[in-house]
């Protein structure tokens, strides 16, 4: 092929290789070059050789795809980031990347991101931060940091990330790319390394809307793996829709206005004034309950994280540290040595927060509040077809400016943990540049209405200008 097929997007790769101008290997080879080369750090594992010649049959035409770290992966390092995991190369592969591989899509590599997905830059990595491509000495966003950092260089054409908070949408909208956490359910998350269960969600960070969509198709579907999931009513469909009559955007004053930077204000009212000329109605709602989801969030998340992280005990994965002092004293020291410093902190909050004496005045009240939230939404929907805002409150920010305040870094989440609590879908498309940094604009919709979301992204995408190539390495 002559233009350079790292360019395309993964629907025109796909189309390339079906109309035999361009070959499987000759994909994959351009993309491991250029994912050996990466400087940004946004990889803890790269395949070596070119998957054997059937690895590309199906649907996806051999298409690679980048997968974050937390996937388990069959003889490949899964280490979520963390020092704890070490050496760790799982015996099965994740339903997720199983079920991508199945339609065609081979292993390109593994992703950096933040220890077991708690952060919001990728600087809770054990294996260093990422690079932001836009510009070096910035943050990619976080946790899915690498996955984000690797698709808007240009270094994979697709990636898969997890989502508990916000960590599919704000590093895409930080790198200026596409980012989708799918409905809770609709992904399965068997062989997914647990973070906070009952929020966790996998799903597509991609170049385009279409490409998000092509790759949630395959993605979705119920999993005897994990009794949580139900896939989605109906099959996903690469969206076509150009414009947005009759359809009600929501804005939730809670969400769009204080502790949003002026800049990304700036070009989110101005995608609003778009969507009304695409044939939209811009109206302000509500959300009551959205400003104490973070605080309900940093309950929850914890609790759930500190049940799961239990099972990082020296004996049955990766690293253990032993000094002759017996069994609680290895434990000790494996845990002590093994988990970074964020880590440490939600389990120690999550312990206390389950506490005997105090856990109905944190969890309980914090699941409360979640369920409020959920009826905001659900009251929402009942006058609008979509909730927008912006995805986060600031473009990429240096490098090291939020690593010793906690909640300033907690605040990047703002506003998509509001989504994750209810469990509902919301996509994050480029909206243009503040500062020359990629924004994201965020829409939310009802459980199930992937198909809707991503309709109305395709018409948003192709309307707002946008250059992504300020983020090719
Ligand atoms: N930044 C949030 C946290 O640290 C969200 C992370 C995520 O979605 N995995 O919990």
Redesign the pocket.
């Known amino acids: 092929m002559s233009t350079d097929p790292t360019t395309l997007s993964a629907g025109g790769a796909i189309a390339a290789v079906r109309a035999g101008e361009l070959g499987r290997a000759e994909l994959f080879g351009a993309y491991r070059a250029r994912a050996a080369a990466d400087e940004l750090n946004a990889f803890t594992w790269v395949a070596e050789a070119p998957p054997a010649d059937d690895a590309g049959d199906g649907p996806l035409a051999g298409v690679p795809i980048a997968v974050k770290d937390l996937f388990c992966t069959e003889g490949v390092p899964s280490q979520a980031g963390s020092r704890i995991l070490e050496g760790y190369r799982p015996p099965y592969t994740a339903t997720a990347v199983a079920r991508l591989q199945a339609a065609g899509a081979p292993l390109l590599a593994k992703t950096n991101q ?1 220890e077991f ?4 830059s990728n600087e809770n990595s054990a294996f260093g931060p990422v690079l932001n491509p836009w510009d070096r000495t910035r943050v990619p966003g ?3 940091g690498g996955s984000a950092a690797a698709v808007a260089a240009g270094h994979a054409p697709w990636a898969l990330g ?7 949408r ?1 590093p895409a909208a930080l790198c200026g790319i596409v980012g989708l956490k799918p409905t809770y359910g609709a992904v399965s998350r068997y062989g997914m390394i647990a ?2 269960s009952s ?2 969600q996998a799903g597509p960070l991609t170049r385009t809307v279409a490409d998000a969509a092509l790759l949630l198709h395959h993605l979705a579907g119920r999993d005897d793996g994990d009794t949580t999931s139900v896939g989605l009513p109906e099959p996903v469909i690469v969206p076509t829709a150009e414009r947005l009559d009759g359809i009600r955007l929501g804005v939730p004053e809670e969400l769009s206005g204080e502790g949003i930077e002026p800049g990304v204000l700036e070009v989110f009212r101005a995608t609003l004034a778009l969507a009304e000329e695409l044939g939209a109605t811009v109206a302000p709602c509500r959300l009551p309950h959205a400003p104490y989801a973070l605080s309900a ?2 309950v929850l ?1 914890p609790a759930e994280a500190s049940s799961n992280l239990a099972r990082f005990d020296g004996v049955r994965y990766g690293l253990r540290v032993e000094n002759g002092g017996g069994l609680t004293d290895m434990y000790t020291r494996t845990r002590h040595d093994g988990f970074g410093t ?1 880590v440490k902190r939600r389990i120690m909050l999550g312990t206390f927060a389950l506490s005997s004496g105090y856990y109905d005045a944190y969890y309980g009240r914090a699941q409360q509040v979640r369920t409020k939230i959920a009826e905001d939404f659900r009251s929402a929907f009942a006058h609008f077809d979509f909730v927008v805002t912006p995805t986060s409150p600031t473009v990429a920010f240096a490098l090291g400016a939020k690593v010793d305040d906690p909640l300033a ?2 605040l ?2 703002f506003c ?2 509001p989504m ?1 609590l209810a469990g509902i879908p919301a996509i994050s498309i480029p909206n243009g540049l503040s500062e020359d940094l990629p924004v994201g604009l965020q829409l939310a919709g009802p459980a199930f209405s992937e198909n809707r979301i991503l309709d109305a992204a395709h018409a948003l995408e192709a309307a707002i200008a946008f250059d992504g190539s300020g983020g090719r390495a």
Request: aromatic share 12%; no cysteine; proline share 0%.
């Open positions: 933040d997905a708690m952060g919001s976080g946790s899915s997890t989502d508990t908070g916000g960590s599919i704000q973070f906070a929020l966790d969030y940093y998340n964020e870094m907690y990047n989440d998509s943990v994750s």
